[in-house]
């Protein structure tokens, strides 16, 4: 997200719910990361920096990441290009959306839709 505080409040409330949750701000330490440590999920805003998370899925899902993914965009409620856009991450890499405002439940419940359609993903716990 733009602001720290969201990502950051987030990982709070998920941590509350016995998650274990780590914030990142840019796209590249998390791939960076991604690369060297297996996550059960991922949360990503649709929109990182002057650009979308739609590469980001894409190079995840390359590099073999079966995790679950859910994308939070307050873009979906209604007809744009970035609704279009975030319908084809969904199609093409089998993540999940929520929209904005988050909500808590419907985050965790789009990680675990997610876990039971990718094969081999781990179970969320």
């Known amino acids: 997200d733009d602001a720290r505080e969201t990502p950051d409040g987030l990982c709070a409330q ?16 998390l ?3 991604s690369a060297l440590v297996k996550f059960d999920g991922y949360v990503l805003d649709w929109v990182l920096g ?6 980001l899925i894409a190079q995840l899902r390359d590099q073999g990441v079966q995790s679950p993914i859910a994308i939070l965009s307050g873009y979906i409620r209604e007809e744009n ?13 089998q ?3 929520v929209g904005k405002p988050i909500l808590l439940p419907l ?14 993903a781990a179970e969320l716990q």
Do not use: F, W
């Not at 002057?50 to 590469?55: F, R």
């Open 31 to 33: 791939q960076a990361d």
């Open 107 to 120: 985050v965790i419940s789009a990680l675990t839709l997610g876990a039971q359609a990718q094969p081999q």
């Open 81 to 93: 290009d970035q609704l279009h856009q975030v319908a084809a991450a969904q199609a093409t890499h």
């Open 14 to 29: 998920l941590r509350r719910q016995g998650y274990e949750a780590k914030a990142y701000y840019d796209a590249l330490t």
């Open 50 to 55: 002057d650009g979308t998370a739609g590469s």
């Open 95 to 97: 993540v999940q959306v």
